[in-house]
Every structure is written in C-alpha cells, then in structure tokens.
C-alpha cells in the first residue's frame, strides 16, 4: 500500500468554503510535501514542512503535521473555482537515497 | 524563472518498441527524479540521480534505464515497450543532497503505447 493515503479521495464544495485534506503516513519521514496537479498537468509544488515543525502558512493554505499520529491536513480557505485539482501529499524519508512516495491524491471540486 | 524541461511532451510508440524521454533540471539543480503516473494514479518514483549517480530506485522496470549527464539533464531509456507504459512520466529536480528538499516539476510526457 501507499507510503501516504490521503483521504478524501474526492471532496466537493462551493467556493468560499474551506477545503481540509489529510494524508497519513507509515513509516518515519524527514519531511512532507503537498503538490498540486491539474489534470493530466505537472505537479505544483505547495508547501513543504519538516518533521520537526507542527504547523505552517503559506497564502491561504494552512498545513499541519502530527508525526505521533503520522498525519497531516491540508486547509484551503475561502476556496476558489481556481483551486479544483488534485492534491497529494509526498513524504520523503531517508532509505540510503533520495525517495519521495507520494499518496494516492484528494480530488477537490470547487463550484463557483 | 527556468523550469524543469522535459522533451518529448507527447509519444507515441508500439509495443516492443523504445523510447526515450529527456529531462533538462533547472540550472545549478544537481539532484533528477523520474515519475511514472498512471491514468488517474498517484506518481510512482522511479529513479533518481545525483551528481550523475544513480542515487535510489524505486518501481523501475529492468526493461527501463537511466543516466544523467555531465551537464546535468537525465534520460530515461525505456525498451520493449508494452502498454501498461502508457502513462504520464514526470521528471524532477531539486538542489543539493538533503533528503526531500523541495522538487520542481516538469510538465511531463505523456507516453501512449499501442
């Protein structure tokens, strides 16, 4: 199975509400990245933080890191027609190399 | 500002046939990562480079290879090519050696088998 599950896989809602989307994770990692990839597009990279921070802000997104529950959130506010794409969350850990393992992705529809 | 290339955007091949994808990193990056992403899957790392080593390998197939050069761009060599191929194949690039330091994206290739 996947290094980090997110869950939802699919999350519909009106713009200008907020978007929360979480990623869970196996093993220990060094540092969690969210990306963001429009269909059939590259992916973007969002924020990255490092195990030893709980939290950060960038714009309107809002990231969390829980690594005694091997989790993380996503929080988009106030949500965009613009912000429908697909969101994952990368760990990247330590195993001799560089390795990014990447989830399965939340599938957010904004509706405007 | 530059960002990663990759080249060809688009293939086409048959099976048993090969492919090469190129990947040009954002300059002074050191560090290539290739990316296979299925219809509607997750990326799926394949293999990573630094410095012009092989640094990891994760799901490669033996009928695929790697290198990256001197100037830095990286190749990904696929033979025997057979439809669970098609997919979407993304090269990174990051800088330095620290584990998961931030990876720029190319816009990928899209590989279509038949």
């Known amino acids: 199975s996947q290094q980090g599950e997110e869950d939802p896989q699919a999350l519909s809602i009106q713009e200008g509400e907020n978007a929360t989307m979480n990623c869970s994770y196996k093993t220990s990692i060094n540092n969690l990245q969210w990306y963001r990839q429009n269909s059939g597009r590259g992916l973007v990279h969002l924020i990255l933080i490092r195990s030893n921070e709980r939290e950060k802000h960038s714009g309107r997104l809002r990231v969390t890191l829980d690594t005694s529950k091997k989790s993380s959130s996503l929080l988009i506010t106030a949500s965009r027609a613009a912000d429908t794409a697909s969101y994952f969350c990368?760990?990247?850990?330590?195993?001799?190399?560089?390795?990014?393992?990447f989830g399965a992705g939340t599938r957010l529809f904004v509706k405007a | 500002a530059a960002g990663v290339i990759q080249s060809p955007r688009h293939l086409i091949k048959e099976k048993r046939e090969t492919a090469t994808l190129k990947c040009y990193p954002i300059p002074r990056h050191d560090t290539v990562y290739w990316y296979q992403q299925g219809p509607g899957q997750d990326p799926q790392f394949l293999i990573s480079?630094?410095?012009?080593?092989?640094?990891d390998k994760g799901s490669i197939p033996d009928r695929f290879s790697a290198q990256q050069f001197s100037d830095y761009h990286s190749e990904l060599n696929m033979s025997s090519l057979e439809l669970g191929d098609s997919a979407l194949y993304f090269c990174?690039?990051?800088?330095?050696?620290?584990?998961?330091?931030?990876?720029?994206f190319g816009p990928g290739t899209r590989l279509l088998v038949l």
């Open positions: 990368a760990t990247a850990s330590y195993t001799g190399g560089f390795k990014t393992i």
């Open positions: 480079f630094y410095e012009k080593m092989q640094s």
């Open positions: 990174a690039s990051s800088l330095g050696r620290l584990v998961g330091e931030t990876q720029y």
